[in-house]
C-alpha cells in the first residue's frame, strides 16, 4: 500500500521551544492530510485538516497559531508546535489521502513529542 | 463524535477467530465502514472497508448487516500479532469527497497463547 513517512518519530525538546514535524506521502501525491493526536490510553483525536496550497481548517478547541500546518506541496505538510509546554507532549500522527487513486487514507508511523 | 459503539476490549484465543462486532446505526446511505488497527504505538493500520455486501481480503472478513446499522470484523486465525487496538470508523470515501476519519474508542483486542 501507499506510505507515509514521518520525521522525527521521537523528539525531546525544552518547554518554550518550538517544534516542526513533517508528514510525506512518498509514492503518491496528497491533494489533503490530516493531523491527530493522540495521549495514552486514549483514542486518535484530530487536529485539523489540510489541503495543498490553502489554510488548514482546524477542528473545534484546537489553538491554530500554537499548531501552524503548512501543506505548501502534494508531498508534504508540516505541524509545528510553537512554544511547546508539557502538555503539549502527546503521539502526533499524520494521514494523506491520495489524490489519484480512491482517495483512501494512509497513516504515518507517527511523532512522540516530549515536552521538559 | 464518533458515530460508532464498540465494546472497549475482547480477548481470543490464538488460532481461533476473532469477532469484533460494531454498532453505527446512524450511518448515512453514502458512508461506507472502515476498520483500522493500531498497534502499540505505532500508526494505525487499513484493515478493510464495505458499503453494504460483505468484504473479504487477504486480512480479514468484514460482516454487514442488511440493514447496515452494525457490522463484525473477523480476523479467522488470529495470531499473537493482531493483538491491537480495532477501529470502526463509518466514513464517506472516495475521490475529493472523501471525508476524515473520526475515531471512537475502539476494541482492544488481546490475543492469548
Known amino acids: 500500500g501507499a506510505v507515509v513517512s514521518q520525521h522525527p518519530s521521537r523528539v525531546i525538546c525544552k518547554s518554550g521551544t518550538s517544534v516542526k514535524i513533517e508528514c510525506r506521502s512518498l509514492?503518491?501525491?496528497?491533494?489533503?492530510m490530516f493531523w491527530y493526536r493522540q495521549f495514552p490510553k486514549q483514542s486518535l483525536m484530530l487536529m485539523a485538516t489540510s489541503n495543498e496550497g490553502s489554510k488548514a481548517t482546524y477542528e473545534q478547541g484546537v489553538e491554530k497559531d500554537k499548531f501552524l500546518i503548512n501543506h505548501a506541496s502534494l508531498t508534504l505538510s508540516t505541524l509545528t508546535v510553537t512554544s511547546a509546554h508539557p502538555e503539549d507532549s502527546s503521539f502526533y500522527i499524520c494521514?494523506?489521502?491520495?489524490?489519484?487513486?480512491?482517495?483512501?487514507?494512509?497513516f504515518g508511523e507517527g511523532s512522540r513529542l516530549t515536552v521538559l | 463524535d464518533a458515530k460508532t459503539t464498540q465494546p472497549p476490549s475482547m480477548d481470543c484465543a490464538e488460532g481461533r477467530a476473532a469477532n469484533l462486532p460494531c454498532n453505527h446505526s446512524t450511518i448515512s446511505g453514502n458512508e461506507y465502514v472502515y476498520w483500522y488497527r493500531q498497534i502499540h504505538s505505532q500508526g494505525p493500520q487499513y484493515i478493510i472497508h464495505g458499503l453494504k455486501n460483505n468484504e473479504t481480503n487477504e486480512m480479514a472478513s468484514l460482516i454487514i448487516t442488511e440493514d447496515r446499522k452494525s457490522s463484525t470484523l473477523i480476523l479467522p486465525h488470529a495470531t499473537l500479532r493482531d493483538t491491537a487496538v480495532y477501529y470502526c470508523?463509518?466514513?464517506?470515501?472516495?475521490?475529493?469527497?472523501?471525508?476524515?476519519?473520526?475515531f471512537g474508542q475502539g476494541t482492544e483486542l488481546s490475543v492469548k497463547p
Open positions: 509514492d503518491f501525491q496528497a491533494t489533503t
Open positions: 470508523i463509518v466514513r464517506v470515501a472516495g475521490g475529493n469527497q472523501g471525508g476524515k476519519l473520526i
Open positions: 494521514s494523506a489521502r491520495d489524490g489519484q487513486a480512491a482517495g483512501e487514507l494512509f
